[in-house]
């Protein structure tokens, strides 16, 4: 057998492997592993000083080439071993991709060429050699020398199967990571997509910044927290649900323009949408309202997926989403009016409100007033009919305890929700700076958390003590980053955006 196309490729088996296989292959590859040590190697190295990456090669093959003689150096992980006798031929994957690596044993040395026999597939190798084309046309490097950086003690998942127990994915992303290559580009993509909603805010003027992870009130939108306790302190603390309250008394201290980036936790459910903790950027800036805020808005999601993807043009599950500014705007009553028949302008009845909310069979809880029955009318029937971007405006005052009233309604707030794909992907507003009102609508939320309903606002004082030295006109933005990376990587859980997402205990 002459070529790399005839030579038996020694994979690992084409079933899944069972339990008692894979701690007969881990004993036989840390026989190896002391084998290599007792050859002199090291099964464990040290530092690699590499010159190339597998792109690398590829991209510059004929400038590498034309230096005859030129060694480089590369190193990665070995996904594949094929030949027998004095020669064979290996698969490198680094980050970048993957390069054939041809070894042969009058090139190494009888003695080093005995090192191939003790390898297997995962183990981390640094190579040096030189660039070649193989009869076949192949990239190769023709090693010189080789060294064993990371003996590998657990075999891979057989790679015709991958890594298909979705659960065991999330469980091990590293094992996911390594035999799954479209799972690390999402990944790259989601990096990509963080830094292009920094370079947007930072080039028109905004000041990223941080504020406290713990809070001794929970705070800046309606969900259950996480409770923690400060012993030094001797009081309870909650992980922070939002930042909206703490980057609000900034821009009441003069800072026009902030944001932050970073994580919230919420204690609540987890489905294919819900993480109890994900990223989001909030968005704070002077003198502006709700409508510069979806223009914001359109401008990040339209630009980070031109940046990223080279199109606003995106297919998400099999639907094509049109991200191009501007997006589709109307009212929540104008919603459930056009998707439900029932038009909730000018009610101010609650049982006419109830009534037209049994008509369409949408059940509603006795402390309701019309806003949340039109909130739980759009929820029922709506949001899963938002395909392409839509801007949602005009929420009730009674949904919206922190966005300003209206002018034209005071029961309606200067409010926006974006979705697509029927998924909310943002919530932005003209900020309440009115203390007395705001002290109101915190009370408010007070009797209905006494009531039962722990997601309501606490009372925050602090927060009302700052608004009394007074907030300018302010509007505000808060984007889901795990969302945003979802629809740009054509990713159908959430789960699937995360390096590690919560999962139960193995029982």
Not at 35 to 48: E, N, S, Y
Not at 142 to 157: F, G
Not at 407 to 417: L, S
Request: glycine share 6%; net charge negative; charged share 30%.
């Amino acid at each position: 057998m002459s070529d790399e196309k005839n030579v038996v490729q020694e994979e690992i088996e084409k079933e899944p492997l069972t339990e008692s296989e894979i701690h007969e292959q881990m004993q036989v590859r840390i026989d190896k592993m002391n084998q290599i040590a007792a050859a002199g190697w090291k099964p464990f190295g040290r530092k690699f000083e590499w010159t190339h990456r597998a792109t690398d090669v590829a991209d510059n093959f004929e400038v590498l080439a034309a230096e005859e003689g030129k060694e480089i150096q590369l190193c990665g992980r070995v996904m594949a071993i094929r030949g027998h006798g004095k020669t064979c031929f290996l698969d490198m994957m680094d980050k970048t991709g993957r390069i054939q690596l041809y070894v042969r044993k009058d090139a190494l040395g009888e003695e080093n060429y005995a090192i191939i026999k003790m390898m297997d597939i995962g183990d981390i190798v640094g190579v040096t050699g030189t660039v070649f084309k193989t009869h076949m046309g192949e990239i190769s490097i023709k090693v010189t020398a080789l060294e064993v950086l990371s003996k590998s003690l657990r075999p891979l998942p057989e790679k015709w199967h991958g890594l298909k127990d979705v659960e065991l994915r999330y469980r091990q992303r590293y094992v996911d990571l390594i035999v799954n290559p479209e799972v690390r580009d999402a990944f790259i993509k989601r990096s990509q997509i963080i830094r292009s909603v920094r370079e947007i805010l930072d080039n028109r003027d905004f000041l990223e910044v941080e504020t406290p992870i713990m809070h001794s009130i929970a705070g800046g939108a309606a969900a259950r927290p996480f409770v923690t306790y400060h012993n030094a302190l001797d009081m309870q603390l909650y992980m922070r649900i939002a930042p909206e309250l703490y980057l609000k008394r900034l821009v009441v201290g003069g800072m026009d323009k902030v944001y932050e980036l970073g994580r919230v936790f919420r204690n609540e459910g987890i489905d294919i949408k819900h993480n109890p903790e994900f990223t989001i950027v909030e968005i704070y800036q002077a003198f502006a309202d709700y409508k510069d805020m979806m223009e914001l808005t359109e401008t990040i999601v339209a630009e980070t997926a031109q940046k990223v993807l080279g199109t606003m043009k995106i297919t998400y599950e099999g639907q094509e989403i049109d991200l191009t500014p501007p997006w589709n705007r109307m009212t929540m009553i104008e919603a459930v009016a056009k998707f439900t028949g029932q038009d909730f302008t000018n009610i101010t009845d609650i049982n006419e409100a109830r009534k037209m909310a049994k008509a369409i069979n949408v059940p509603v809880e006795d402390s309701y007033g019309v806003g949340k029955i039109v909130n739980a009318c759009f929820e029922e029937h709506v949001e899963e009919k938002l395909i392409q971007p839509t801007f949602i405006t005009g929420h009730p005052k009674e949904i919206s305890p922190l966005a300003k009233s209206s002018v034209a309604d005071p029961e309606i707030t200067d409010r926006f929700e974006g979705f697509i794909y029927s998924r909310e992907i943002c919530n932005g507003f003209t900020e309440l700076n009115d203390p007395i009102d705001q002290k109101e609508r915190f009370q408010k939320q007070v009797e209905e958390r006494d009531a039962g309903d722990d997601e309501a606002h606490m009372m925050d004082e602090d927060f009302i003590n700052a608004l009394e030295y007074g907030l300018p006109p302010t509007a505000g933005l808060g984007i889901g980053i795990d969302r945003l990376v979802m629809f740009l990587t054509d990713s159908s859980s959430i789960r699937d955006v995360l390096f590690f997402p919560h999962m139960r205990h193995k029982s």
